[in-house]
């Protein structure tokens, strides 16, 4: 479900007020994709609602119990869930961002910041930016989508805020980085009397305004509607991929036959316990038996005699290879890795990284590519803001790049080999931007420059106090 049924409003909003109506409808065939997207996040959370295994029951047998045999299998229910869709999203999230994003901008003459790149750092600040973007990629690696808001603060500040992508329907005529409408539905909670009251409301977003609605006797009545100072649509979307597919959706099925593998294992293993006991050449009377739970003891006088328990033949080694495929298939389909894996030691070269890494980076390109296009969406809008009230212009968002940097461990000294061999055959921004200890490109520049000329200004100095 990409959501282009959400297109067929498309022509309709372009040439009609959004009304009360339309709305019904737009959340109504939007059900099926904020549903699979809830279960998505519930599965992320572990939670009971959200991992098949863990809402399990005992098999059931009919008429296993005959009088001369017992169950002793239902006694035992383990639900051990094996969270490897947390574990790839969260691998790709602290790969892609576990150095924030740099956001570069081009310069004046000089080398000075111009005032689109004071905006930028001031609004990256207030924002809590790299958090934001960490967040706002981690619901769209989960559900397939990711949603955020561009708003006016009462302050007059431009903030940012990521909201529930299940809340969200996307208007566009070409990707949700770009809509053209947008419609936010959500649930509050007010205290009126002393008892809670849940309303349910709506917030419908054009190029120009917010059209506030309330749902009150089954209909959604307007509120009101305000300019939101924006020149587009201030709420848009992050793409996981094409096919808004969340990371461990395409195997779902393999991690729940692990969860199912696993637990079954476990439960035979406890089972051990209820195991039937067998006494070969003895027999117990009542009293013996409390006796036998009191010390832990027998005594067997003939020859001839044995005590065993009766239990199943456990093949541990069909068991484990089971699991160790369903654990290749997972990450392999997913596209990520087991960094904890003894293959991922200290001696392991470059290039041998970037082969074990390659499916994951080639998904980790995707979502970046998308997330450029998102982001570049987010300057257009911040820049139309801006232009009102400075010096930037509203173009201006197209000098606006994004470095992603990949999270791993470095080599400094085949890094430092690598970048001197560099020197002289590429640009020092292309040299610098191989190392992992420089964050900003720019910033490092700027810094060796300033270093530069205090030694230049030092040494000419000293040569005029010994002339």
Same mark, same amino acid.
């Given at each position: 479900?990409?959501?282009?049924?959400?297109?067929?409003?498309?022509?309709?909003?372009?040439?009609?007020?959004?009304?009360?109506?339309?709305?019904?409808?737009?959340?109504?065939?939007?059900?099926?994709?904020?549903?699979?997207?809830i279960?998505r996040?519930?599965?992320?959370?572990?939670?009971?609602a959200?991992v098949?295994?863990?809402?399990?029951?005992?098999?059931?047998?009919?008429?296993?119990?005959?009088g001369?045999?017992?169950?002793?299998?239902?006694?035992?229910?383990?639900?051990?869930?094996?969270?490897?869709?947390?574990?790839?999203?969260?691998?790709?999230?602290?790969?892609?961002?576990?150095?924030?994003i740099?956001?570069?901008?081009e310069?004046?003459?000089?080398?000075k910041?111009t005032?689109?790149?004071? @905006?930028?750092?001031?609004?990256?600040?207030?924002?809590?930016?790299?958090?934001?973007?960490?967040?706002?990629?981690?619901?769209?690696a989960?559900?397939?989508?990711g949603a955020?808001?561009?708003?006016?603060?009462?302050?007059?500040?431009?903030?940012?805020?990521?909201?529930?992508?299940?809340?969200?329907?996307?208007?566009?005529?070409?990707?949700?980085?770009e809509?053209?409408?947008?419609?936010?539905?959500?649930?509050?909670?007010?205290?009126?009397?002393?008892?809670?009251?849940?309303?349910?409301?709506?917030?419908?977003?054009?190029?120009?305004?917010?059209?506030?609605?309330?749902?009150s006797?089954?209909?959604?009545?307007?509120?009101?509607k305000?300019?939101?100072?924006?020149?587009?649509?201030?709420?848009?979307?992050?793409?996981?991929?094409?096919?808004?597919m969340?990371?461990a959706?395409?195997?779902?099925q393999?991690?729940?036959?692990y969860d199912?593998?696993?637990?079954?294992?476990?439960?035979?293993?406890? @089972?051990?316990?209820?195991?039937y006991?067998?006494?070969?050449?003895?027999?117990?009377?009542?009293?013996?038996?409390?006796?036998?739970?009191?010390?832990?003891?027998?005594?067997l006088?003939?020859?001839?005699?044995?005590?065993?328990?009766?239990?199943?033949?456990?093949?541990?080694?069909?068991?484990?290879n089971?699991?160790?495929?369903?654990?290749?298939?997972?990450?392999?389909?997913?596209?990520?890795?087991?960094?904890?894996?003894?293959?991922?030691?200290?001696?392991?070269?470059?290039?041998?990284?970037?082969?074990?890494?390659?499916?994951?980076?080639?998904?980790?390109?995707?979502?970046?590519?998308?997330?450029?296009?998102?982001?570049?969406?987010?300057?257009?809008?911040?820049?139309?803001?801006?232009?009102k009230?400075?010096?930037?212009?509203?173009?201006?968002?197209?000098?606006v790049?994004?470095?992603f940097?990949?999270?791993?461990?470095?080599?400094?000294?085949?890094?430092? @080999?690598?970048?001197?061999?560099?020197?002289?055959?590429?640009?020092?921004?292309t040299?610098?931007?191989?190392?992992?200890?420089?964050?900003?490109?720019?910033?490092?520049?700027?810094?060796?420059?300033?270093?530069?000329d205090?030694?230049?200004?030092?040494?000419?100095?000293?040569?005029?106090?010994?002339?």
């Amino acid at each position: 479900e990409r959501g282009e049924n959400m297109n067929k409003f498309l022509n309709y909003l372009r040439n009609n007020e959004i009304d009360g109506t339309i709305i019904d409808q737009i959340i109504k065939e939007h059900e099926p994709i904020k549903e699979k997207a809830i279960a998505r996040y519930e599965r992320y959370k572990a939670s009971v609602a959200g991992v098949p295994i863990l809402r399990r029951e005992a098999a059931k047998f009919e008429d296993f119990e005959t009088g001369a045999v017992r169950r002793i299998d239902d006694r035992v229910n383990n639900r051990l869930n094996n969270a490897f869709d947390a574990e790839i999203v969260d691998t790709k999230v602290g790969y892609m961002f576990g150095h924030p994003i740099s956001y570069e901008t081009e310069k004046d003459g000089k080398n000075k910041n111009t005032a689109l790149a004071e @905006q930028i750092n001031r609004f990256n600040n207030v924002n809590n930016i790299a958090d934001a973007d960490s967040e706002w990629g981690k619901k769209a690696a989960i559900c397939g989508y990711g949603a955020r808001l561009v708003y006016i603060a009462p302050d007059g500040s431009e903030r940012v805020a990521n909201v529930n992508p299940w809340e969200v329907v996307f208007i566009a005529e070409n990707d949700i980085t770009e809509p053209t409408f947008a419609l936010r539905y959500y649930t509050v909670f007010d205290w009126v009397n002393n008892e809670s009251i849940q309303r349910e409301k709506v917030t419908f977003y054009d190029d120009k305004k917010a059209y506030f609605f309330e749902k009150s006797d089954g209909n959604w009545t307007l509120i009101e509607k305000k300019p939101h100072m924006f020149d587009y649509c201030p709420l848009f979307g992050l793409p996981n991929n094409d096919e808004q597919m969340g990371d461990a959706e395409k195997v779902i099925q393999l991690i729940d036959a692990y969860d199912r593998t696993l637990s079954d294992a476990s439960n035979e293993i406890e @089972q051990l316990r209820l195991a039937y006991l067998i006494l070969k050449g003895a027999g117990m009377d009542d009293e013996e038996i409390q006796q036998l739970k009191k010390n832990g003891v027998f005594e067997l006088f003939g020859k001839d005699d044995d005590v065993k328990f009766l239990t199943k033949d456990i093949n541990d080694t069909m068991i484990e290879n089971h699991l160790n495929r369903l654990e290749e298939n997972i990450l392999r389909l997913a596209k990520s890795v087991n960094f904890s894996d003894e293959s991922f030691g200290g001696n392991v070269t470059g290039v041998a990284m970037k082969y074990k890494l390659m499916a994951l980076e080639n998904k980790c390109i995707t979502m970046e590519r998308k997330m450029t296009a998102a982001l570049r969406y987010q300057y257009k809008l911040l820049c139309s803001a801006w232009a009102k009230k400075s010096k930037v212009k509203p173009d201006d968002y197209l000098k606006v790049w994004f470095s992603f940097k990949r999270n791993l461990p470095s080599n400094l000294l085949e890094e430092a @080999q690598t970048s001197a061999q560099f020197k002289g055959q590429v640009s020092e921004e292309t040299r610098l931007s191989t190392l992992s200890i420089v964050d900003d490109v720019q910033y490092e520049i700027e810094r060796m420059k300033a270093e530069q000329d205090a030694y230049d200004l030092e040494d000419s100095e000293n040569d005029e106090d010994e002339n």
